[in-house]
């Protein structure tokens, strides 16, 4: 079945500390997105990326970092910069981006905790 | 800022009743809007989509209307069952498709 692969479903994070959210698509979409879902609010944006080897930056993009060189893949890094991490963040895609009327497919996410 | 805004109290119901959730949209006009249904510890799966110049739709039991006068739109779940039990997202989008989501509202369908 297609869909979108979020691993792993935990993650711990030490101070000072890099890590990395993968997402998987096998939806043959283009675009890719990364969400933060915190408590009591909306999803926010942090990045997406309409092609392969390209991105842009979403309304909470510091501390966080992503790479697409592959056109299923688009993982997210949350640097030590990021002061506030924990959060549950979710990864979409929809089949383009600019097309005012595609809905999103999401994955089940990865929820962040700091040790 | 624009905004999507949702009740942020839980809707609490009986099986069989009608559900009606609100999205109300605020400094800017959204050329459509999106329903998702989430479940605890899951990402959002769509329902439906109703553009600005469509009052309604419809989608088995569910309908979604979209007042541009009163910026609102309401999602209306009948007959509902306890499998409806979700947190409802609402979601603006327009041009340059930056789509803005509201904090979504918890529906609680008791038997």
């Known amino acids: 079945d297609g869909g979108i692969t979020q691993s792993p479903k935990y993650l711990f994070r030490k101070e000072g500390q890099n890590v990395t959210l993968s997402c998987e698509q096998n939806l043959n979409h283009d675009a890719m997105y990364w969400y933060r879902q915190d408590p009591g609010q909306g999803l926010r944006l942090i990045y997406y990326?309409?092609?392969?080897?390209?991105?842009q930056k979403g309304d909470i993009a510091e501390g966080y970092s992503v790479s697409r060189e592959k056109k299923e893949s688009f993982p997210l890094t949350v640097t030590s910069a990021q002061k506030n991490p924990t959060a549950f963040y979710l990864c979409?895609?929809?089949?383009?981006?600019?097309?005012?009327?595609?809905?999103?497919?999401f994955g089940d996410g990865t929820r962040l905790s700091i040790l | 800022s624009q905004k999507i805004e949702q009740n942020s109290e839980a809707l609490n119901i009986q099986e069989g009743k009608t559900a009606t959730l609100t999205c109300n949209y605020t400094n800017y006009s959204p050329a459509y809007l999106q329903w998702y249904r989430q479940d605890p510890g899951r990402g959002p799966v769509f329902l439906l989509l109703?553009?600005?110049?469509?009052k309604e739709k419809r989608k088995e039991r569910l309908k979604v209307t979209f007042d541009t006068t009163l910026k609102q739109s309401l999602f209306h779940i009948t007959a509902s069952q306890p499998a409806d039990s979700a947190t409802y997202l609402c979601a603006g989008g327009g041009s340059a498709s930056k789509i803005i989501f509201g904090s979504g509202t918890r529906l609680s369908i008791r038997p």
């Open positions: 109703i553009r600005e110049n469509e």
């Open positions: 979409a895609s929809s089949v383009t981006r600019g097309v005012s009327n595609q809905p999103q497919h």
């Open positions: 990326s309409q092609i392969v080897n390209d991105f």
